[in-house]
Structure formats: structure tokens, C-alpha cells
């Protein structure tokens, strides 16, 4: 079946049954598909059809969840919009993306100037609301669609994904309906198969619908099928009470929820029954794995991907965690299925011998067409196939000429007892060039470090030319939506 067939079986498969619990609230499969007619039949009377672009200010909450699956329903193409942006940055962006139509909640409708430039751009709109009566209603003002010109018909495009934006700009990727039918079907084989079976086990999602997770997390629950249990924020107390009721097997934490939990101290009964926890997106600490696996007596499985890739490239497998055991911490996994890594000389583009450090390439039958794609992430992959990522070359630092690489620095402030994250960044320097640099998160709750405290903590473990020649602790990093931290926003604290 393809993507939109297989949606239309699920939703009819058992209509009344729970398809998200959103704040102690069930949702059923036959509200999510009576949100999708609806958009359908008011996008065909404004004139939009199948194939066109369709903006969606996505947020974590079930009509929204309704309103993607509409636009992968009707094949026309979910272009992703944030709408946690400043109102200004928002409202440049619908200018600039010409859409003929966007779907936002009532509450970003209200966002002053949103209505203005949608209508600047010609867009027709649609609003989404908490009102089990009506959860979909034509934005008064945005009735009709404008002459435009609007972005071009989008055929065979599931979604214009926005890249996470740690290190810059976010941009956008074009993902296919046979790409995101790929990407669900290799996280998830049952997805692939003809035949549906409700599943009952919930899948817990955190992860924003406005990035690759978000959507690759709750797209594998749709298709499977299985129920979601949908959290706009994540907070140990709501997550503990979700795992107490439903007791899934398979957890899935971002590295920042691993420390999150750690530090909260969540009693190791709730983890009764657990298999293991899955988490990806950003580096987490060998030291803050070990401290969880030896406390919750579960295994971590790391993964690494990027929007680019749609999906992971790379997985550590409980199979591998098993037969290896704590011989490949710190690695992110070996290749997955369809998948080959290498590792490169920068300059030369020669291939390196397993151990040694280099430039990461990849290549899938998924989405590269045979041709290897060329990463900015350092990486070195051991003679049993386990990667190991040590930074982001464009994020090297050359400090007279040694170079700095900003996860070594990291690595060590994280071990310091009173620190819950850092950023390490580099500052120009009209002698050394450049010099880093760190911004560091303390616990919420304890006691702060002071400067001088790190600064010994950092010259105990690094070489002189790596310690960061300022220090500045703050109560949060700035972050992505995806609670990657935000590096423009971290050079802003510091002015650079």
C-alpha cells in the first residue's frame, strides 16, 4: 500500500479505539480522521489540490497531529513552520514561503502581524482549536487564497523539513513520499507490512512535529498502528506518570531527559520491565550512559542521523550492546541496514584506516543514489565496525595553530558534578586567531560552580591550549526545537 492507502486503512481499522492521549484526554482514530476530511474538503473548496504546498505551524497537540496526517493523506506537501519563533521571524517566513495555503492554531493566528503578511502572501488559512465541535475553521481574513505568486506545486513531496538550525540558519530539505515510506519502513518493519494489527503498547512522544523526529516518531506509531501519548513539553514528573500507567518497553529520551532523569532521582522500579532506552539527536556523555545504565540496570541505544539522511544511518543495537558490552562506550552504533560509513582524510579525501580520526561519509540506497554524501561530523570507526563521533569539523577551533575541538572541552566540563550542559564556541583573536570560549548550564535546584571552579576542573583535565579562556555560567542554554543547543544563540550571550 502506499503511504496515503495505508493511512486510510488505519484510520478505519478501529475508529473508536484511543489514537493519542494528550494531557490524561484519549483521542480517537475516527477524531483524527474527521479533522483530515474536514481540511481536505475546505483545501478542495478553496482551490488547493493534491500536490500543492500546504504550511502547518505544527505543534504537539492532537489536532495538529490530525492536520499532518491530512496532508499526507490528500498527498499534498507539509511544509514546516515553527511556530516558537519571534513574531517578526515568523511572519517573514510565511512572506517569503508564498504559500497558497497555512494551517496554524487559533492561538499563533493571534500572533500580531501573522494574519497580515499570510494575507500579504496570498495564502488561504485554516485555524485549529481544542473545540471537539468544530477543531477546524477558515480564518476569516484568509478566506480565499490571493493571485499570488505562490510556491510551486510540490508533487511526490511529503515534507520540506526543516534542519534542527544548531549551527546556523535552519534549512530546508525536501523528503519524498517514497523517501518517508522508506524512512518509517526501516524504523519500523511492521509499518512495511500489508496486513494491520492494532497495537496496544503507546509509543511516548516529546519530540516537536516541526522536526524529523517528530514526525518519523509519530508517523511509525500511526502507520504500525499503535496509540501515541503526545507531550507538548517534556517533564520528569509527567513522563514518570506515563511510564507508571502504560509500561512500554522501548523508552525513547533525548540525551538532556537521560541527565533530566538522572538528576530527579526517579526511583528504579519505573524501569521495571524495560528493554532499553533509545535516545539520538545530540551527544550524550559515556559518563552520563554509564551512570544510568548501572543505576536503572537498563541498556542506552544510540543512534545518529540527521534530516539529511531521512532517519538514522547508524544504531547500537541491543544484540551489540549485549555481545560487547562496555567495550563500545561512547559509540554511536554500527551501520544500519542499506547504510555504509566511512571516514576520510579531510584534504585528501582518502579513506582512513580504522582508529583514525576524519570526516565522515555516508551513503544509502535510502536516499544518495549511490554516491557518498559528505558530513561535517568528525568521526573514527573502529576495526568492528562502531563509530565514534568527536565534533563537528566546521566547529573546529585553532588556537595557535593547535586545533580544539569543541566535544573534548564539553566532554570535561560535563563531568563536574554541578554542571548539567555547556556549549564551547570559538572567539577571534587578533593574536592566537581564535581561543575558545564556554557558556555552562548548572543544575536547576543546586548549588552553582563558580568560574574558578571550573576553570581548575578544566586545567586538571585538558591540555593548556584547550581550556576556554572565558567561563560563563547561565540558568539555560539558549536551544533548537529539537533541545539541540542553539550555537548562534549561544555566540549571542557572548556578544561574538
Known sequence: MSLSERLHAVLALEPQSCAIEYSRREYSWAYLGSIAAEIDKRLNGAGIPRGKAVGLLGRNRPWHIGAMLALFQTERCYVVINPLQPAAKLAEELQQLQLQAVIADQEDWRVPGLIEAARAAGSFGLALCANAETPVSTVRELSTAGAGPHMQPLPGVAVQMLTSGTTGVPKRITISTSMLDKGVADGNRSASKD?????????????PIVNTSGVY?????????RPVVLFEKFRVDDWVDAVRRHRPKVLSLLPTMITMVLDANVPKELFEGVVAVQTSTAPLSPQAQQAFEERYGVPI??????????????????????????????????????????????????????????????????????????????GSIDADGFLFLHGRADQAIIRGGFKVLPQKVIDVLKEHPLVLDAAVIARPDSRLGQVPIAAVEAYPGKQKPTVAELETHAREHLLPYQVPVEIKIVDELPRTVSMKVSLPGVKALFGV
Open 195 to 207: 496486513q494491520l494489527v492494532m497495537k496496544r503498547s503507546p509509543t511516548l512522544v516529546f519530540a
Open 217 to 225: 516518531s509519530v508517523m511509525l506509531a500511526m502507520l504500525s498502528p
Open 301 to 378: 541505544l544510540i543512534d545518529y542521523g540527521a534530516t539529511e539522511f531521512n532517519g538514522s544511518v547508524a544504531a547500537l543495537t541491543l544484540e551489540d550492546r549485549k555481545q560487547f558490552g562496555n567495550s563500545k562506550l561512547g559509540s554511536v552504533g554500527r551501520a544500519r541496514p542499506n547504510c555504509e560509513l566511512r571516514i576520510v582524510d579531510p584534504d585528501t579525501r582518502n579513506e582512513l584506516a580504522p582508529g583514525e580520526v576524519g570526516e565522515l561519509e555516508v551513503r544509502s540506497t535510502r536516499f544518495s543514489n549511490g554516491e557518498w554524501i559528505r558530513t561535517n561530523d568528525l
